[in-house]
C-alpha cells in the first residue's frame, strides 16, 4: 500500500472544503430560482375624476406552481373597472405572469391602494401599496365668465311612451264610438214591414186589401182566416183613420157607431153603405163562429165591397185644419225625438256598460287600489315602476339599489365631534311626496375603535324626535347581506310629521348599521304605514345592499 504524507493531506482537505463549498453554492442557486419572484407597477399614481389607471403584476414562478391573483372589489376605496385575463410568458421551467386591473375613483383626494394578497401553492404573497391622487377637472375661469349657481327648478316627469298608449285608447274609443254608432245611431235601412207601417192608413189598408186578394185563403178553402184578415183589415182603418174604437167592438157596436157618425154628420156615409158594411161584418161572423162557408165568388165580392166602403169612408172624412196638420206634424216630430233619444240613451248606456265592465274586470284581476293608483298616479308606484340605479355612495362604500340617484348631503362636524370623527359621508333621496325616504351614512373615525351601535341607534331616535317624530316602537334584529356580512336591522313604527303642518301621520322605519374597526355605515329607510308600493321599494331596497368591511 503507498503511504500517503502530510503534504498530500493537506492538498486533500482543502480538495474537501471546495467541494462543500461549491456544493452550498449550488443549493443556493437552486433556492433562490425556486423562490417565487413578485413586482407591481401603475402607469401613472396622478388622474382626474373618473379616469382609469393600470396596476400591473408579474409573478414569476415555476411551471409546476399554482397562483391564485386577487378577484372583485379588494382594491377599495378605488373601484376595480376591469380584471384582465392573464397573459403568460413560459421559459424553460419557469413561468412569468402578468396581471393587469383597470382602477378608478370618482371623488377627489388622495387614495392609498391597498396591499393585495397573491396565493402561491397555498401560501399568501402582499404586494406593495402605494398612494394615488384624484384631482378635479380643471375649469377655465379665464376664457369664460362666471355666473352665479341657478336656483332648482322642478321638471315634470317625461313620458317616452305617452304616444302609444294615446294610440291605443283612441283606438279603443273609435271602436265603441263605430259600434255604437252602427248598432244603435245610424238610420237601418227600412224593411218591408216598416215601410209599410209607416204609410197612412188608407193606403195601408188598400195595400193589405191588395195582398188578400192575391193571398192562397180561397184556393185551399181557408175562409175563417180569410174574412179574420178582411175584417182586421177594415176595423183598423176605421179606428185609425175614422178615430172608431172598432177593433174591441161587436158587429152591432160599431155598425151603431157609424149610424151615430152618420147621423151627426160627422161621416158623411150612406144607409146603403153601412148595411153592406154590416151584411159583411155578419158574414164573416157566421164563417169564424158558425163554421159555414160561403162560395168564392161571395167571398170576392165581399174583398171588393170592402174596398169600396174604405174608398168611401176615405172621401167622407172631413178634410183636417191646418191646425190639426200641424199638431201632426208636431206629434211626428216629437215621436222622431223620442225616438233618437231612446237610441242615443242606449248607445250611451251600452258605453258605459262596457267602460263599467272594463274596470270591473281589470280590478277584480289586477285589485281596485292598483287600478286607480294607475289611472291617477301614485308617487311611489311611479318610483317602484321606473328604472332602478344601482350605484356606491360614500367610503367605506355601502352599495345599493334604489329607484332614484342619492344626492350627495352637506355634514358639518361641530368641534367637538372632530376629536373622534375624521369624516362623514352622506347620501340621500326624498320623496317630494309621502314619506318615503332613503340615506346612506359612512363613517371613518380618528381612532382604530369598534363602531358603537347602540349609541347610534340612541341618536337616529333622537334625530326622528327631534323632527317630531311621536310614539316610537323600536325592534332590532341580526341583519346578513347576500355576500354574507352581518349588521344590526333596527326597525319600528311611529306617528312622523309633515313638514310645515302639524299633523302627523303614521310611518314605519328601517336603520341597517354595520361597522369595523375605524369605521361605521348606516343605511335609513322611512314610508308611510299604509303604502303598499313603498314597502316593496323597501324590500328591493334592503334585498340589495352590500357594504365593503374593509377600510
Known amino acids: 500500500m503507498q503511504r500517503i504524507d502530510g503534504k498530500h493531506i493537506a492538498i486533500l482537505s482543502r480538495a474537501k472544503y471546495a467541494i462543500a463549498f461549491c456544493l452550498f453554492l449550488c443549493c443556493l442557486i437552486g433556492t433562490a430560482q425556486d423562490q417565487p419572484k413578485i413586482s407591481t407597477s401603475v402607469d401613472t399614481t396622478f388622474i382626474k375624476i373618473g379616469e ?66 397573491i396565493e402561491i401553492n397555498g401560501l399568501g404573497y402582499f404586494t406593495d401599496s402605494m398612494m394615488i391622487n384624484v384631482e378635479t377637472v380643471p375649469v377655465d375661469t379665464v376664457a369664460q365668465k362666471m355666473y352665479d349657481i341657478k ?94 174604437s172598432a177593433l174591441e167592438s161587436t158587429t152591432g157596436q160599431l155598425i151603431e157607431k157609424l149610424e151615430l157618425l152618420s147621423d151627426s154628420g160627422e161621416l158623411e156615409l150612406d144607409q146603403d153603405t153601412i148595411q153592406q158594411f154590416k151584411n159583411i161584418l155578419q158574414t164573416a161572423d157566421l164563417v169564424k163562429f158558425a163554421r159555414t162557408k160561403p162560395s168564392t165568388s161571395v167571398a170576392e165580392q165581399d174583398r171588393k165591397l170592402v174596398e169600396q166602403i174604405v174608398v168611401r169612408t176615405h172621401d167622407a172624412l172631413p178634410e183636417p185644419t191646418e191646425e190639426e196638420l200641424m199638431q201632426q206634424a208636431e206629434y211626428l216630430e216629437e215621436l222622431d225625438r223620442r225616438k233618437q233619444k231612446k237610441k ?69 362636524l361641530p368641534p367637538e365631534a372632530k376629536a373622534n370623527i375624521q369624516d362623514i359621508q352622506a347620501f340621500g333621496y326624498h320623496s317630494p311626496i309621502g314619506l318615503f325616504t332613503v340615506a346612506t351614512t359612512s363613517i371613518t373615525m380618528n381612532q382604530d375603535v369598534e363602531a358603537a351601535f347602540e349609541q347610534s341607534v340612541e341618536q337616529i331616535i333622537e334625530g326622528f324626535e327631534s323632527q317630531g317624530t311621536k310614539n316610537i316602537i323600536t325592534k332590532q334584529e341580526e341583519f346578513t347581506t347576500v355576500s354574507g356580512v352581518k349588521g344590526l336591522k333596527v326597525y319600528g313604527s311611529g306617528d312622523f310629521a309633515i313638514p310645515d303642518s302639524d299633523e302627523l301621520v303614521k310611518g314605519q322605519y328601517t336603520v341597517l348599521l354595520f361597522g369595523g374597526k375605524g369605521f361605521q355605515q348606516n343605511v335609513i329607510l322611512t314610508w308611510l304605514d299604509d303604502d303598499t308600493y313603498a314597502q316593496e321599494i323597501v324590500e328591493r ?11
Open 52 to 117: 382609469q389607471i393600470n396596476w400591473k403584476v408579474l409573478v414569476e414562478v415555476d411551471s409546476t406552481d399554482q397562483v391564485i391573483f386577487p378577484e372583485g372589489q379588494t382594491f377599495s376605496p378605488l373601484e376595480t373597472v376591469e380584471a384582465f385575463a392573464t397573459d403568460t410568458t413560459k421559459k424553460q421551467d419557469r413561468l412569468t405572469l402578468q396581471k393587469i386591473y383597470a382602477l378608478t375613483q370618482f371623488d377627489s383626494g388622495s387614495y392609498k391602494l391597498p396591499t393585495q394578497r
Open 151 to 244: 336656483p332648482l327648478i322642478n321638471v315634470d316627469k317625461s313620458f317616452t311612451d305617452w304616444w302609444r298608449y294615446a294610440v291605443i285608447g283612441l283606438l279603443v274609443l273609435f271602436l265603441l264610438g263605430g259600434l255604437v254608432y252602427w248598432f244603435f245611431i245610424r238610420k237601418k235601412p227600412l224593411t218591408q214591414e216598416e215601410k209599410e207601417a209607416l204609410l197612412p192608413p188608407y193606403d195601408r189598408a188598400l195595400l193589405e186589401l191588395k195582398r188578400l186578394e192575391n193571398s192562397k185563403y180561397l184556393i185551399q178553402d181557408e175562409f175563417k182566416e180569410y174574412y179574420s184578415e178582411l175584417t182586421t183589415i177594415v176595423r183598423s182603418y176605421l179606428e185609425e183613420d175614422a178615430h172608431v
Open 344 to 412: 242615443l240613451i242606449i248607445g250611451l248606456s251600452t258605453l258605459a256598460g262596457v267602460i263599467v265592465l272594463g274596470i270591473l274586470v281589470a280590478g277584480f284581476k289586477f285589485g281596485f287600489t292598483y287600478l286607480k293608483d294607475t289611472v291617477l298616479g301614485h308617487p311611489t308606484k311611479e318610483l317602484l315602476e321606473g328604472d332602478w340605479i344601482s350605484s356606491s355612495y360614500g367610503y367605506p362604500p355601502i352599495i345599493l339599489e334604489t329607484p332614484q340617484v342619492l344626492v350627495r348631503q352637506e355634514v358639518k
Open 541 to 551: 331596497i334592503l334585498s340589495s345592499v352590500e357594504v365593503k368591511t374593509e377600510v
